[in-house]
């Protein structure tokens, strides 16, 4: 094989694997919400003492909910959608800052999971 065509080979494998190697594990994420989230968010059906998540995917964009997750009482100084939800929450609960959602990865595989599933 000539040399351009061996290079050829490798960037076409390295647009194909480097995706998928760091792609956010929504199964991780599972096991992150089961966890953690799943005491106060309902999935359909009523609300526990947060929203429900069912469509939240529909609702909110990837970069908002990475926004929240990182850091809930910073999004709530600016964002008029999330002051709306705690003024709709009947316990008056704001989201804390949970110590995995400070990790990025950790983060983002709870957002595929959201985005996945619900």
Same mark, same amino acid.
């Given at each position: ?5 061996r ?8 647009? *194909?694997?480097?995706?998928t190697?760091? +792609? ?22 009523? /609300? ?7 469509g939240?995917? !529909?609702?909110?964009? *990837?970069?908002?909910l990475?926004?929240?997750?990182? /850091?809930p009482? !910073? ?16 316990? /008056? ?11 990025? !990865?950790?983060? +983002?595989?709870?957002i ?7």
């Open positions: 094989m000539n040399m351009i065509y290079t050829y080979i490798l960037v076409v494998f390295l647009f *194909i694997a480097l995706p190697a760091t +792609a956010a594990d929504a199964k991780a994420g599972k096991l992150i919400f089961d966890r953690v989230c799943v005491h106060c968010h309902a999935i359909g059906g009523d /609300s526990k003492f947060a929203p429900n998540l069912k939240i995917g !529909e609702r909110r964009d *990837i970069v908002w990475n926004k929240w997750l990182k /850091s009482k !910073e999004v709530l100084k600016y964002d008029e959608y999330a002051q709306k939800l705690l003024e709709n929450n009947a316990y /008056s609960l704001t989201m804390p800052t949970f110590p995995s959602m400070k990790n990025d !990865e950790k983060r +983002a595989n709870v595929a999971y959201l985005l996945d599933f619900f």
